[in-house]
């Protein structure tokens, strides 16, 4: 008797009947505190509102001279030096000044200052060249970021600009969705690691490699698990294993309809089969299962076939567990300038 | 006497000549092997050439029955079945057949498969529905790779479908330009780390933040090197610890020409300063040094500006560093659909 089985015992559903499955079913995965230098590229799970000012005083913005603003040019003593990150003890007053630096607090009195290029200093004295306005070359108290302000929104992606920001309001760390932890193992009696020479109808294993570079891509932290001969038990121990600590598992191979395809029927021996047929091509034995709450797709042996599936349904559901709400990658519009072949 | 310097002892250079000097200084990492599972978005540094087919025999596309094509459908008497993973030792003749999987090698004799859906079997004889050609059904060797094909070349940015390829052709490893490691180091007495207080005049370090989440964007290995106070002393000893460990280094703030601003004559008295001095805005005291032949960028302090120059300059640099070709963020032209403020 022959063992092909020529139908799927599960039902053809349309793709996007399977991506509503999935999208029923993945869930952002809980948000951790996670320090600064580990935030970069995770999706941010609270808003953040500014707990006091920035700048936290005024603040020059040029190198100069911290003065009273008035509509003369008249000398003034100059009192001391305001550098960043000390406050001198000294108030300015009408005829006074004290030389300030860039970003330095502007000492008690004064209101403005006259960058250094204005002016002359001889003997203790700073002779202005012109006059000058109240707030000229000051950022005030408050001036970027008011006590208050929603500084960035839950569900922002955190680059460069955002971290910086969060440090600048004092935050050492915030509350993100980590990075999902994917299990990836190939299988195939097949399959030889690379490296490793081929008997007769032997290949390499190349889709566990290329998938941990995409869930990498993706954002996720890939953990591949060396692939186990295909028989029952040891299939069901690898999945057992991964499930215990993977937020999600990505099999391939072991899906389509020959003789030594077990993996479906251990997927639903473990837990849930939701779908074992898609009408999509590549792609059409794409299974998605859940495994003590896990979900796990199976994704065809075929190594365009499962990185399109990767591509189209992994990879978004990815990005569900890592918070993201834009889920598809950007599509533009193109012309082709010359014709391409297969 | 005032401590203000109104000019800079650099000349000032336009951005091109300044991009010009960091773009003869900095050179390509040395290429060193890396196992599949470091290099994805690493650039190879050889070129990759197939020692063997791929497939490396003639397989099927489709789980069926290996036969010889003829132009009729007569019976064929099954001699087994062809898994993928290790050779039947039998012999397809006129008037036999064996069942395949999809995958498998092609038994000897074979020269074409009929698919499942277009046979039947009973009694270990299968009744083909229609005639066959030779090679239906069949992946030839080599018909994906031949062996001397150039598989990937030097200079590729490698992701999931090379490092798929890389394994399929039995590479475990490839040579690549490592990522570079840069140190980052944020300068000025007035910088509090996120979480703790401030005192009157502080401000929160958020620089070395926002450029070591930089730098991981831009494909590197960041290192946050803890700020130093302000004197030559802690500079000096500072960036000789940086230089040691990483293929790049990267301070913020002390350029500028206010009387703290230490660093440059700190980076002249270690190394070479390359240019101090640049005609841009924001970035004007953009900075560019090697100590020990490790390149050194000094950006300004102001945040906005520190982000800025690592843009344009220091971005740039790492991608060259990383072995790209491709140094510039792709340009796209694009209309505002409506008015932006300040």
Redesign the interface.
Known sequence: M???A?TSKYPMISWEEAWAIVAKTVTPLAPSPVG??G???LVLAEDIVAA?NM???AASKM?GYAVIADAGTSARRVLG?Q?????LDVEVTPGTTV?I?????LPKGADAVIP??QTS?TDGIMHPQRAVRPHEQVRLAGQDIAIGDLVIAKGTV????E???????????ALAHPRPRVAVMAT????V???EP?A????????S??????V??AGGI?R?IDRSI?NEDSLREALLGAVTDADLVITSGGV?????DLLKPVLASLGTVHFGWVAIRPGKPLTFATIQGVPVFSLP???VSS?VT?ENTVRPALRIMAGHKALWRPKVEACLSHSVRH
């Open positions: 022959t063992r092909f020529t600064l230098l935030l970069h590229d006091r700048p936290p005083f190198d030096e550098d960043a990150g000390n406050m030389r630096m860039t970003g330095a607090p250094v290029e200093e955190l680059g460069a600009a971290i910086g920001l969060l440090a600048m309001v004092g935050r050492a760390e195939g009696d097949e399959l690691p690379p490296g081929l007769p109808g032997q290949i390499h294993d190349s889709n490699y290329a998938l941990c570079a995409a990498q891509a890939a591949r295909d389509s309809m020959g003789t030594r042996g075929f190594p990185l990767f």
